[in-house]
């Protein structure tokens, strides 16, 4: 028989950070990973595009895009598990909903990327079906705006739940000495 026991019972059953020194920790290795995969994504498609497009010319530049990206998936896989961690532990919504967001972007530019792979000579440097693969290529800069756009506002939520701990009160009803320590 199946349990009609809501999900929010079960929660109490994640494991809790025992010391001040481990949720320093994982505050910190959180944010570690968010400024490699976000900072460096937006180094890179910011500035680094920009310069390879005008020394390389524009295709050759996207050689190495194929490349980076692969990797910047790679990234993003591993900082999205390790921001599980911190949901799973602070069990904020907003920062679950920004993290579903990210994860649901990154499954779809991971689909993207393998079909804009598909089109790709590297021998040759050529694109086959020049027409389809810019419109995935929109799709893909599409899709990682907004995954991008997602990171931000996780960046914020993490922030000020790290210092606060909610949304909902974090300055009302609470003693200054308690928002001070």
Same mark, same amino acid.
């Given at each position: 028989?199946?349990?009609?026991?809501?999900?929010?019972?079960?929660?109490?059953m994640?494991?809790?950070?025992p010391t001040?020194?481990?949720q320093?920790?994982?505050?910190y290795?959180?944010l570690?990973?968010?400024?490699?995969?976000?900072?460096?994504?937006? =180094?890179?498609f910011? /500035? /680094?595009?920009?310069?390879?497009?005008?020394?390389?010319?524009?295709?050759?530049?996207? =050689? /190495?895009?194929?490349?980076?990206?692969?990797?910047?998936?790679?990234?993003?896989?591993?900082?999205?598990?390790?921001?599980?961690?911190?949901?799973?532990?602070?069990?904020?919504i907003?920062?679950?909903?920004?993290?579903?967001?990210?994860?649901?972007?990154?499954?779809?530019?991971?689909?993207?990327?393998?079909?804009?792979?598909?089109r790709?000579?590297?021998?040759?440097?050529?694109?086959?079906?020049?027409?389809r693969?810019?419109?995935?290529?929109?799709?893909?800069?599409?899709?990682?705006a907004?995954?991008?756009?997602?990171?931000? =506002?996780?960046?914020?939520? =993490?922030?000020?739940?790290?210092?606060?701990?909610?949304?909902?009160?974090?300055?009302?009803?609470r003693?200054?000495a308690?928002?001070?320590?």
């Open positions: 028989m199946r349990s009609v026991a809501p999900c929010h019972l079960y929660w109490p994640l494991p809790s950070l001040r020194l481990a320093a920790a994982l505050h290795t959180t570690i990973a968010w400024s490699f995969w976000i900072g460096g994504f937006s =180094f890179y910011g /500035v /680094v595009i920009r310069v390879g497009g005008r020394v390389f010319g524009d295709s050759s530049q996207g =050689f /190495v895009t194929q490349g980076v990206t692969w990797w910047l998936n790679i990234i993003a896989v591993i900082a999205l598990s390790l921001f599980s961690i911190h949901i799973a532990i602070h069990r904020r907003f920062l679950g909903l920004t993290w579903i967001i990210m994860v649901i972007a990154q499954g779809v530019l991971f689909v993207l990327h393998a079909q804009l792979d598909h790709i000579d590297a021998a040759t440097q050529s694109i086959r079906d020049p027409e693969f810019a419109t995935l290529h929109e799709w893909y800069e599409f899709t990682s907004i995954q991008w756009l997602a990171a931000m =506002f996780f960046l914020a939520a =993490f922030m000020w739940v790290s210092r606060y701990g909610s949304f909902v009160r974090p300055l009302i009803g003693p200054q308690a928002i001070d320590e």
